[in-house]
Every structure is written in structure tokens, then in C-alpha cells.
């Protein structure tokens, strides 16, 4: 078994930046991503992201990938890449258990950052296990990682960023995206995002959802309708539209799987996205030396992803004895910077789920 | 309804319009209807005519005096909310993001399409910047009709490409 001085799993925005930050302060890290190459969802994410300059505002997130990768690239043989490398088991006593190919392995770690991100929900309707219905996620993968087109007409399913932003990304690749259904009563996502696929007219229907799949081998039509304030699918009101594909954009669950092996307290959160640890100041879970940032701490974007990704790597450095310069003047500007990206109307939701996590914001 | 459908009302968007005398220069126009976290807006203008401020969850605000209509904050924008706008006799111009492909060349005739995405009138392409600066969200410059300046917003896409 090797041991590491810090292990990050994940290399997502905050895996990234967590690893950034303990580099910087002269640890040695090993970074543990189960796909082939590093940057989670930042390499599809073809958009301007929000947010300020601090966190890369109007960069694409693959551009954002492109710096914090050239970042990493500068500190040698103290960063240790593991890819296609998938963290299959997880102790109390920090050792994990890696598979990688047909290779199977064990490391332990002093500290070891959690950032595994989070999956995507699944939404229960008739004939939802038809090929032609995606997540939306595995349908920008296709898009912008693979070139990939997953059909040639598409009904999204959800009005968050994601669903907009993928039906948005739909159009760019040529597809035609039929309508977008939200449930709730109103968008879920930032209006500019709605108002940017509504001018490509794409007609946004709330209070509407999908009833069924219809199709023999593959999606060849979606029933939508309408439901009531108490979300029930109005007898009646069904409509079909001729679709190939029916895309699910109806949020993210945290991947706390591997945490809660090993013994991690969670608390189920339902603003948090579901179960999700509970940290402390530092961000460490309920195992010493044990820390999670990003997604798998709260569904939130990338740009609280990047942040948290950084003050976990000052902290989890600092624990380990390095000196990091400026940290708590550091470690104060990006707890504000947190502050700042979920001070509005879109952060509601985080901060009420961190308050019931008895997380001060 | 914006929250709804995400169509702004006219007096949602009239009210981010300066006066028709002042729209005798090139003033951007900004629908950032709702507070979100984010302020490339104001850290792009390399003239300081738009303010977020402190709290990056305001909404932009523009001073129109200084804007000077270049259209920087157009392309830098995460959210594609800012159009530039200038009315020239019977036209109006308008500065324009663009993120798809191709892009319309210089003399084309275009759909021009409101907020609520419907075909409103033609409107002739009058210069395209895709650059370096433009990183992908090429700078579509269009002449229209001038009644349709508060309703244009963008130009159709073709699909099946």
C-alpha cells in the first residue's frame, strides 16, 4: 500500500483547486479521477460562466479548465495524476481502495479531499427506460465531448440552469429542442438563460410535465400535460409532440456514497440536493483529516465548486503542517467571495440548506 | 411573463431603453431582469459606464453618457443580455451576440426574431466581428426597420445542419 500525503478524488472545479491550493503550499497530492482526462463537468461546459473575475467570469468553462489544468502543470513530480482511476472502497482509517483497468490497489492517505461531485436525478414516467431518454448531462457529454448529436428533435424536462443551458447548447449543435416542461409553477434557472432559448423560439411550459414515453425500440413521441398547484397531472389536458429524445434536467444528487462507507456523518438536506456531509469550519466531515467541497457538499455551481475547492486546500495544507502564506487573510476573501455568489435570489435555497446543516453563510 | 415563459414585458423592456434623442449614438441596452450573481458587465466597460457593484447580485446599472456603444460588454456577458442600439434615420442599428454556425456574412439578409421568438421582419447584416476579443460570441451587426427597435432582439437560427 503507498502512502500519500494528500489525496484528492475528483477532478472537477473543486477537486482541481483544492489540489492547486495544497500544491501551492508545497504538499504532494494525488488527484483521482475515474475519467480519462481531468476537468469533471467544466469539460463540456462550453458557456460563459458567471460570477466575478475571482472566479473566471465570462470564461468558458473549458477555458476554465484549460488555466487551472496549465496551473497544475507547473508543479512537477509533487502532483501525481491518477485518470481512469475509479476509488472503490473507502476506510475508516483513510485507505482506499483503487481500481484502475484490470489493476487493483490501496492507498491511504494523511488527508484526503472528497470532491466526487454529484449525479443527476432520474424522473419516474411511462416507458422513461426507452433508448432516446437522456439525462441531460450524458446528452452534453455526447454533445460537446463525443460531437455526438443524441437525436434530431428533443422536449427537455426541467427549467434549471442545466435544462436551459443544455437546450441552448442543443440548438447550437443543430438540434431542434420542441419545448421545455418545468413542473413548478415558474423557471428554475436564471431568466437570461430562458430568455436566450424563448427568442430562438423555444416555448418554455410551466406547470407542465412529461406523461409518458411513447415509441416501440426508441422514443418516437413525448405525452406532456398539465399539472395542478399540487403538482397532479390534469386529466385532459395531455398533448403530444413528435420528439426522438426526451432529455432530464431535473437536479443533482450528491455522491456521498463513498463518505458514508467509511463512516462519515450526512444529513439528509433537501435544499443540499439530499445526503450530504456534515463539515465543520474547516470543511472537514466527521473523520479527522477528512474534508468535501463542491458539488458533493451542496449542489451549487462551479464557481462555489472552485471556491470551496480552495479553501479546503489551504485548510487541509495548513493541517498537514505547511505554511501557507496569508492564509486566514486568504481564507476570509473566499469565504466572502461565497458569500457574494450566493447572496441573491438564486442562492436562497443553498443558504437555507446550509443553515439547517448548522453552517453559518 | 418573464418568471413563466421567459419573455420580458414592453414595460420591462422599455424601461432599460434612454430616450430615442439619445439612441442618436450607440447606447447598449441591458435585460438583466433578475438579480443574479455576476458582474463581467461592469469589469469589461473599459469606459465605467455600467455599475454592479459591491454586491455582484445587483443588477447592472448604465450611465448612458459614457456608454459609448462599443459593444465589449455585448460579448462579454455570460448570460447574452446586452444588445447595442443606435437609430440612424429610418433604421435602427443594433449590435447583436451570436453563438452559432455559420455566421451570416456582411450583406445578408436575415429573419430578425422578438423576445418571444417569432419572425417579426428582415434586417440586413452590416458587419460581423468574430475575432480573438470575441472568444466565440461573434458581434452581429444589423440594420432594421426603426419601428421594430424595441422588439428585435436577435436573428433566426436554421437547423438540420
Known sequence: MQNKEAIVIGGGPAGLTAALELLKAGASVCLIDRNERLGGQLTKQTHMFFGSEKQYASHRGIDILEILTNSLGKYGNKLEILTETTVVGMYRDKVLSCVSGDKFFKLQGEKIIFATGASEKALPFENNDLPGVYAAGAVQTLMNEYGIKPGEKVLMVGSGNIGLIVSYQLMQAGVEVVALVEAADRIGGYLVHASKIKRLGVDILTNTSVKRAIGKDSVEAAEIWELDEQWQGIEGSERTLEVDTICVAVGLAPLTELLQQMGVNVKYVNELGGNVPILDEQYQTSVEGVYACGDLANIEEASSAMVEGRIVGINAARSLGRSVENADFRIKALRHELKDLRGGPPGDKVRKGLKKLGVAT | ?161
Open chain 2, 1 to 161: 411573463m418573464i418568471e413563466k415563459n421567459g419573455v420580458p414585458s414592453m414595460n420591462q423592456v422599455k424601461a432599460e431603453f434612454p430616450t430615442q434623442e439619445t439612441l442618436a449614438k450607440p447606447k447598449a441596452i441591458i435585460e438583466c431582469y433578475k438579480r443574479i450573481p455576476c458582474n463581467p458587465c461592469e469589469t469589461s466597460c473599459p469606459f465605467d459606464a455600467i455599475t454592479v457593484g459591491e454586491d455582484i447580485n445587483e443588477r447592472p446599472r448604465i450611465d448612458f453618457e459614457k456608454c459609448t456603444g462599443c459593444g465589449i460588454c455585448v460579448y462579454n456577458c455570460p448570460g447574452l443580455a446586452i444588445t447595442v442600439t443606435q437609430i440612424k434615420g429610418d433604421q435602427a442599428h443594433l449590435k447583436i451576440p451570436y453563438e452559432f454556425t455559420p455566421l451570416p456574412e456582411k450583406g445578408e439578409s436575415v429573419n430578425v426574431m422578438s423576445r418571444s421568438g417569432e419572425v417579426i421582419t428582415q434586417g440586413t447584416v452590416t458587419k460581423v466581428q468574430a475575432g480573438k476579443k470575441q472568444n466565440k460570441t461573434a458581434l452581429i451587426h444589423l440594420s432594421i426597420p426603426k419601428e421594430f427597435l424595441y422588439d428585435a432582439i436577435t436573428i433566426e437560427v436554421s437547423y438540420g445542419s
